[in-house]
């Protein structure tokens, strides 16, 4: 059995239920449920002004997020409290979960 997940991803003829389990079962679900989104110019724009905040210390890939999620009027479901209501300070809307 392969040691990470990361080269089970990258060999996907690897992914069995045998060997990982979870991971078949969410490409699954990643493929039959899941959007892929667009990061643009404009959402690393948008992030940056959301981590240029300084008072909701957001980090920037939570910044990213909020950004891809607020453009696309999609509510960011999170169990981080600091991201969630960074999400709502900066109009997004988030949902804690």
Not at 3 to 15: F, I, Q, Y
Request: net charge negative; proline share 2%.
């Amino acid at each position: 059995m392969p040691e990470s997940v990361g080269w089970a991803v990258a060999n996907t003829d690897a992914l069995t239920s045998q060997n990982f389990p979870a991971l078949v079962l969410f490409t699954r679900m990643i493929a039959e449920s899941f959007t892929v989104l667009l990061v643009t110019t404009s959402h690393f724009r948008t992030a940056a002004r959301f981590a240029d905040q300084y008072a909701l210390a957001l980090h920037a890939g939570d910044a990213l997020h909020l950004a891809i999620a607020g453009d696309k009027g999609a509510t960011l479901c999170t169990l981080d409290r600091r991201l969630a209501e960074g999400g709502m300070a900066v109009g997004v809307n988030t949902l804690m979960v």
